[in-house]
């Protein structure tokens, strides 16, 4: 028997990160670097009170809230701000395992639009793991108060998914922002993210090494983006996917004894 | 097939394929990435205008300067306290007219309806007026210092606190972000706890958690400032008095952050031996707060917080105090027996037994202490009624017979006693190990007890008392 | 590289261009993560009250390194 990801639902695997929803509603993530509005985000659209504070690491904690657009319901995850998905620290770990294992129906990648470069590359590496991604281009009214332009469609044409710039505190762009959570969610505008090229070697290792992947995790988890990790060594990512793989078959078997009783 | 060792052996075979140009791939994939990001940044951001001023740096040339750092952050910390002092004691007072005036209204239902006198006792005089106390003493200071601290984590400087202490920390083997999970014990020791997960070392980490309850959290500064109030109040005139006060509590904190380096020093020469790990702090541009906004909601939090605690934790205590004082064993009351019970130790401490048994009471939160202190006096004493709280003063120091020693000696016991039992809880959940959590509660009791007998002993061998 | 410079000797300041870190395992990992890959512009902005830890702008954050880590940092100083 192979990794059986397929064959069980998302909601085991939301179970184990302990997402508490019905089936239907949809699950969307809030990623992004420390201190770039995140909570912030989440209290305007969820309007929940989660603590927020300038500066970097103040939310430790993951926050869930929800709330309805278009009459569904959505479920919003707050996620401690990280720098990169390398799981270099016990965030990155989390923020990567949620990304990867409990599949949001959209991620929000919360960007400081005064220091885009620094943000992108989270973004970017958000992008690898899964495609459904909304970049937020939130402190907007911070770029405008330092004279910065940004231009966002040709932002959202290079990254090839949906930018939405905000400022969440002051509350502008925030139904814009919505809309596009739901646009991505419910499959109405399918991102095609732009992945980043690696060096020749990188991309050669890629190709030999993705379909090895493919037949045995199957198209669940990004497979280039698996690959990539091997290559670059990544033991804890192996360890994360032998864990989920556990417990999924352990829910299973646990369904499968209820079903019997 | 066994899928786990197949996943396994993935990263097995990717190893073959690329060999020994492993150091150079994990470089080049995060710069692949970072190049990227900085080609799509050139081309999607320009700048209308350039040379704007700088202030960020501009203000940080003088808040974490060599000269003005230090200062100004002793200023601010003290301007926060004078605001809190001097502004608690107009709404304290005026809250406290307001409860006990009610109080007497509810006396008079009770004999109207021609209650039971137990059933008067245990709801007026026990769980009504800890109550009472929680709310009128207690909750103004805190409603007007918590607001005002989460003003400046708004505006941005927590991090350059941590920047300019960050070289005492790695003196002490701990970790300079340390001082961010300090300031949020200044809120809540449990918040502060949850905090210290910024920490990725566990051994810093661990260092951090333990010491934490040497900032005095929310539910002791109160006390702390109670008591410095009082025992300069009354001798010189208003303004001279808070400012005195003030720098009385300054003192007491700059002493608390002082112990909390020692005691990191000693721990991670002791048992936590090990060396500094490596420390990145991001210092965040300032940004305005939205003052108003800030002000009210942390009020109304801070507010409801206290009131909801007040009922669960407060009134019952109140209760029990009142059942205390109104039941005998022998021939004295269970809770002057209680007391006495204490007093030998409490009094090599400078206190007296009915603080450390209000200490002991105020385990489930600190907020409590000294209201079920001034309970137990007024329950065991002459004076039945209380009316402001000028009258605080009288009861301590001439129905009590408190010096300066009792003073100094409850305020450092406040500082430095056991965590209360939200914050043991959290460190439990944190570290999940017991034996950490119990050194967590012991480590600054047994600090507290020593200090307090060693200043009694030398007070009393100099005669100062 | 014959001429390059451990960060933490450069002035207030100075700006240069990272060459090399010399860490291994996670250390090294964080610090690329922080965005110090070989080439990227870094300036010296301010030190600590007591000299250490010292702030560098990182691609536009500002980000302060102890000693130990700035030391680790090889660069080479550009005008
Ligand atoms: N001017 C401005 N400030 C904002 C905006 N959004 C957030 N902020 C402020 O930025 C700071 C950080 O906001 P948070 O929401 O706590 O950031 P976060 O991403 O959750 O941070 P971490 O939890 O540390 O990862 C706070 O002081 C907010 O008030 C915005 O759109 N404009
Ligand atoms: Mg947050």
Same mark, same amino acid.
């Given at each position: 028997m192979g990794l059986t990801y397929q064959s069980t639902g998302r909601s085991t695997t939301r179970e184990i990160f302990n997402v508490h929803n019905a089936g239907s509603e949809l699950v969307i993530a809030l990623a992004g670097n420390p201190n770039t509005g995140k909570s912030t985000v989440f209290n305007a659209l969820t309007g929940l009170r989660q603590h927020t504070g300038n500066w970097p690491g103040k939310t430790v904690l993951r926050a869930e809230g929800s709330f309805i657009h278009g009459g569904r319901h959505y479920t919003l995850i707050d996620l401690p701000g990280t720098y990169s998905l390398h799981a270099n620290s016990v965030e990155e770990e989390v923020a990567r395992d949620f990304l990867c294992f409990a599949k949001p129906d959209a991620t929000v990648v919360v960007v400081d639009g005064t220091c885009l470069e620094r943000n992108l590359n989270l973004a970017l590496q958000v992008m690898e793991i899964t495609d459904n991604v909304i970049v937020c281009v939130n402190l907007i009214d911070e770029a405008r108060r330092k004279n910065m332009h940004i231009n966002i469609n040709k932002l959202s044409n290079a990254l090839g998914v949906p930018v939405v710039p905000t400022a969440a505190r002051g509350g502008e762009g925030l139904s814009e922002l919505m809309a596009a959570i739901s646009d991505v969610a419910l499959g109405r505008v399918v991102p095609k993210p732009v992945l980043v090229r690696y060096s020749d070697a990188v991309e050669k290792a890629i190709a030999q090494v993705e379909p090895k992947v493919r037949e045995i995790i199957g198209a669940h988890i990004n497979t280039r983006w698996v690959a990539l990790r091997l290559i670059d060594g990544d033991t804890?990512?192996?360890?994360?996917? #032998?864990?989920?793989?556990?417990? #999924?078959?352990?829910? #299973?078997a646990e369904a499968a004894l209820e079903v019997l009783a | 097939m066994n899928s786990e060792a197949a996943v396994g052996n993935l990263l097995e075979e990717a190893k073959t394929i690329i060999g020994d140009q492993q150091a150079g791939i994990r470089d080049g994939i995060v710069k692949s990435i970072y190049d990227t990001s900085e080609n799509i940044t050139k081309d999607v951001v320009s700048y209308t205008s350039a040379n704007r001023v700088d202030w960020d740096r501009k203000i940080d040339n003088i808040i974490t300067s060599p000269v003005w750092g230090f200062p100004i952050m002793f200023g601010i910390l003290a301007v926060i306290f004078w605001v809190t002092i001097a502004g608690a004691n107009y709404p304290s007072e005026f809250l406290a007219a307001q409860f006990f005036w009610v109080q007497d209204r509810l006396t008079e239902l009770f004999w109207a309806l021609n209650a039971p006198d137990w059933l008067h006792g245990f709801l007026v005089l026990g769980v009504y007026s800890a109550l009472a106390w929680v709310v009128s003493v207690m909750l103004p200071p805190m409603a007007?210092?918590? %607001?005002?601290?989460?003003?400046?984590? =708004? +505006?941005?400087?927590? %991090?350059?606190?941590?920047?300019?202490?960050?070289?005492?920390?790695?003196? $002490?083997? $701990?970790h300079g972000k340390q001082a961010l999970t300090m300031s949020m014990g200044f809120g809540c020791n449990a918040a502060g706890v949850i905090a210290c997960r910024i920490i990725e070392s566990p051994r810093e980490r661990l260092i951090a958690t333990l010491t934490n309850n040497f900032v005095p959290c929310n539910g002791r500064f109160p006390t702390i400032i109670a008591l410095a109030s009082l025992f300069i109040a009354g001798s010189v005139s208003v303004t001279i008095a808070s400012a005195i006060a003030t720098l009385g509590v300054a003192v007491i904190v700059v002493f608390g952050i002082a112990v909390t380096l020692f005691v990191s020093w000693l721990l991670s020469r002791t048992l936590l031996k090990g060396e500094p790990s490596s420390f990145t702090l991001e210092l965040p541009?300032?940004?305005?707060? !939205?003052?108003? !906004?800030?002000l009210v909601r942390s009020v109304i939090d801070r507010t409801i917080f206290v009131l909801s605690r007040a009922l669960v934790i407060a009134a019952p205590a109140g209760g029990l105090i009142w059942i205390m004082a109104n039941n005998t064993v022998g021939d004295t009351t269970i809770l002057a027996a209680? +007391?006495?019970?204490?007093?030998?130790?409490?009094?090599? @401490?400078?206190? =007296?037994?009915?603080?450390? @048994? +209000?200490?002991?009471l105020g385990f489930p939160a600190n907020e409590i202490v000294f209201p079920i202190l001034i309970m137990s006096y007024v329950s065991g004493g002459t004076m039945v009624q209380m009316e402001s709280l000028a009258d605080l003063r009288h009861l301590l120091i001439d129905q009590h017979g408190w010096t300066w020693l009792t003073g100094l000696s409850t305020v450092i016991f406040a500082l430095c006693h056991w965590p209360c039992g939200t914050t043991l809880f959290t460190i439990q959940r944190e570290q999940k190990n017991w034996r950490w959590t119990l050194l967590a509660a012991i480590l600054p009791a047994g600090i507290g007890i020593i200090i307090c007998i060693t200043i009694t002993a030398l007070a009393r061998a100099l005669n100062l008392v | 590289m014959n001429n390059s410079t451990p960060l933490n000797r450069l002035g207030n300041g100075c700006c240069a261009l990272v060459t090399e870190l010399n860490a291994e395992g996670l250390t090294r990992r964080r610090l690329l993560d922080l965005g110090l890959v070989p080439g990227t512009k870094v300036e010296v902005i301010r030190r600590s009250p007591l000299g250490d830890p010292i702030a560098f702008n990182i691609r536009g954050a500002i980000i302060a390194f102890r000693k130990e880590e700035a030391e680790k940092v090889l660069v080479v100083q550009v005008s």
């Open positions: 804890k990512l192996v360890q994360a996917i #032998q864990r989920y793989y556990n417990d #999924q078959e352990s829910k #299973q | 007007i210092f918590f %607001p005002l601290f989460t003003l400046l984590e =708004d +505006a941005g400087y927590l %991090p350059r606190v941590a920047f300019n202490l960050d070289r005492f920390f790695k003196k $002490a083997g $701990a541009p300032y940004r305005k707060p !939205q003052v108003g !906004q800030v209680a +007391a006495n019970w204490l007093h030998p130790f409490a009094g090599l @401490m400078g206190l =007296d037994g009915y603080i450390l @048994m +209000a200490f002991i | -």
